[in-house]
């Protein structure tokens, strides 16, 4: 397994995973894809080897091309309402507020990153006890992100849509709606049939990473609810009865 290789000194608090590809960010140059400079969603440059989803960016930069790192699984939404594997190089919307995420949520052409672990009350991502387990309590989650990028003067990040568009990040699969649940069976299928070997090596470290950044002051992000989705049943309209 990939756990075992770990390119970390004994007792670090880096997992292999970090090292591996993140969001990386490329400007459409004519027929070339020229890769922009990775670094941290402040600007700062990264440390070693150490990925990340953001880059040195110019604002008036244009047609940005997205390539998603092959070790995870990303969903599309096609325009008959279906879930299907993507990977490679993609584009995806640019979000300026908060009608700008509703107006691109669950919209045809989305790409989702998606991922499924159980997690149990001893779970952890980096060192013991970085989930709390008050605000992620034992349940099978399954995360679900819809990518966005996030601009800013000289800084381009890829990250998700906010809650108010899109809900929690973290969502019991035993309280998923029928959308999600369509979700939940694409994931399932791209497992069965992998479009690369890592992304079985891999499955359930998103969920652990996310579940591991959970505080009380975005608690939101994880679904509390314990009552199983209902459907609602359609309203009859009763006949009126006239007395002959």
Not at 90 to 112: C, L, N, W
Not at 139 to 164: K, P, S
């Amino acid at each position: 397994m990939a756990e075992r290789i770990n390119p970390f000194p004994p007792g670090s608090k880096l997992r292999p995973d970090a090292i591996l590809p993140d969001f990386e960010i490329y400007l459409k140059n004519g027929p070339e894809y020229v890769k922009q400079e990775t670094c941290t969603a402040t600007g700062e440059s990264v440390q070693g080897s150490i990925k990340s989803g953001s880059a040195r960016v110019p604002l008036a930069s244009k047609n940005l091309h997205i390539m998603l790192p092959n070790h995870r699984i990303f969903l599309s939404l096609d325009k008959n309402k279906n879930f299907v594997p993507i990977c490679g190089l993609v584009t995806i919307p640019t979000i300026k507020g908060y009608e700008g995420m509703r107006q691109v949520s669950m919209k045809p052409d989305s790409i989702f990153e998606v991922d499924k672990q159980y997690v149990t009350a001893t779970s952890h991502y980096r060192w013991t006890k970085d989930i709390n387990h008050k605000l992620v309590p034992p349940a099978t989650y399954l995360f679900v992100g819809q990518l966005a990028l996030y601009r800013g003067a000289n800084v381009t990040t890829v990250g998700y849509l906010e809650h108010e568009a899109s809900g929690p990040l973290l969502r019991k699969i035993t309280t998923l709606s029928p959308w999600y649940g369509k979700l939940e069976q694409a994931y399932t299928h791209v497992q069965r049939n992998p479009q690369d070997p890592q992304q079985l090596n891999y499955v359930g470290r998103t969920v652990l990473k996310h579940a591991s950044m959970i505080n009380y002051s975005n608690r939101h992000l994880v679904d509390t609810s314990t009552a199983s989705f209902k459907y609602k049943k359609p309203f009859k309209r009763f006949k009126k009865h006239v007395n002959k």
